[in-house]
C-alpha cells in the first residue's frame, strides 16, 4: 500500500501499512491531541499521521470519528545539517524510496529516494503552489518549503542549502527532509 492510499481512513486502517515498517512489533505512537486535531506520530518510524475528527472534537479519539487527513514522511538527508533541540528526533523512513501516485498528471508515478532535491520534485511537478522559508541568517532562517496544493504534497528540504541568504539560489541542490501527503486542492479551494 502506498502513502496517498491512507488517506481518509481512520487509525484501525493503518495496521498492516505499519506492520510492513518495522521487523517486530508496530511500536504505540506517541499521541497529540488538540481540539481540531491528532497526530499519531511513530518517531521510531519516521512517519507521523495526522487526523481530524469527523464527528464532534479529537476528545473522542474514537477510531471510526478520526479521518487521516495528511502522513508525513521524514528522511535523514546525510548533509552537513545541525540538529534544533525543538524538533522531535524523527528516524528515517524505513522504506525509502517512496513512490507517490498522482492523478491525471505526467508522471504518474514519483519515487522519492533519500537524496531526492528540490531541482528534481520541480522537474516532476513544475513550480510550487505556494513556498516559503529561507529567510533571515542562516542559524535562525525557517528551511525553505514547497508545496504542490493540486498534487497533495508540501516537501521541507534540510541542510544548508535550505535556509539563510540565497536559500533560494542554492535550494535546488537541497535534499528534502519531510514529504507531508494530503489530500489534493483544487484550484479553486487554493484561491
Same mark, same amino acid.
Given at each position: 500500500?502506498?502513502?496517498?492510499?491512507?488517506?481518509?481512513k481512520?487509525?484501525?486502517?493503518? !495496521?498492516?501499512?505499519?506492520?510492513?515498517?518495522?521487523?517486530?512489533?508496530?511500536?504505540?505512537?506517541?499521541?497529540?491531541?488538540?481540539?481540531?486535531?491528532?497526530?499519531?506520530?511513530?518517531?521510531?518510524?519516521?512517519?507521523?499521521?495526522?487526523?481530524?475528527?469527523?464527528?464532534?472534537?479529537?476528545?473522542?479519539?474514537?477510531?471510526?470519528?478520526?479521518?487521516?487527513?495528511?502522513?508525513d514522511?521524514?528522511?535523514?538527508?546525510?548533509?552537513? !545539517?545541525?540538529?534544533?533541540?525543538?524538533?522531535?528526533?524523527?528516524? !528515517?523512513?524505513?522504506?525509502?524510496?517512496?513512490?507517490?501516485?498522482l492523478?491525471?498528471?505526467?508522471?504518474?508515478?514519483?519515487?522519492?529516494?533519500?537524496?531526492?532535491?528540490?531541482?528534481?520534485?520541480?522537474?516532476?511537478?513544475?513550480?510550487?503552489?505556494?513556498?516559503?522559508?529561507?529567510?533571515?541568517?542562516?542559524?535562525?532562517?525557517?528551511?525553505?518549503?514547497?508545496?504542490?496544493?493540486?498534487?497533495?504534497?508540501?516537501?521541507?528540504?534540510?541542510?544548508n542549502?535550505?535556509?539563510?541568504?540565497?536559500?533560494?539560489?542554492?535550494?535546488?541542490?537541497a535534499?528534502?527532509?519531510?514529504?507531508?501527503?494530503?489530500?489534493?486542492?483544487?484550484?479553486?479551494?487554493?484561491?
Open positions: 500500500m502506498n502513502v496517498n492510499q491512507l488517506i481518509g481512520p487509525p484501525s486502517a493503518l !495496521a498492516h501499512f505499519l506492520n510492513t515498517l518495522s521487523t517486530g512489533t508496530s511500536p504505540a505512537p506517541d499521541v497529540k491531541s488538540y481540539s481540531d486535531i491528532v497526530y499519531f506520530n511513530y518517531s521510531t518510524l519516521g512517519i507521523s499521521f495526522q487526523f481530524s475528527p469527523r464527528n464532534g472534537t479529537s476528545e473522542q479519539l474514537r477510531d471510526n470519528d478520526l479521518q487521516l487527513e495528511a502522513v514522511v521524514y528522511n535523514a538527508p546525510s548533509v552537513n !545539517a545541525p540538529a534544533r533541540s525543538t524538533e522531535p528526533a524523527f528516524s !528515517a523512513y524505513p522504506r525509502l524510496p517512496i513512490e507517490l501516485h492523478a491525471g498528471t505526467t508522471p504518474a508515478v514519483i519515487t522519492i529516494a533519500k537524496d531526492t532535491t528540490g531541482r528534481e520534485f520541480v522537474g516532476w511537478l513544475g513550480e510550487p503552489t505556494r513556498k516559503g522559508g529561507g529567510t533571515g541568517p542562516s542559524s535562525g532562517s525557517i528551511h525553505i518549503w514547497c508545496e504542490w496544493s493540486q498534487h497533495g504534497i508540501m516537501v521541507e528540504f534540510g541542510g542549502d535550505a535556509r539563510g541568504p540565497q536559500a533560494w539560489e542554492r535550494g535546488g541542490d535534499v528534502w527532509r519531510v514529504v507531508t501527503v494530503f489530500v489534493p486542492k483544487s484550484k479553486s479551494t487554493d484561491e
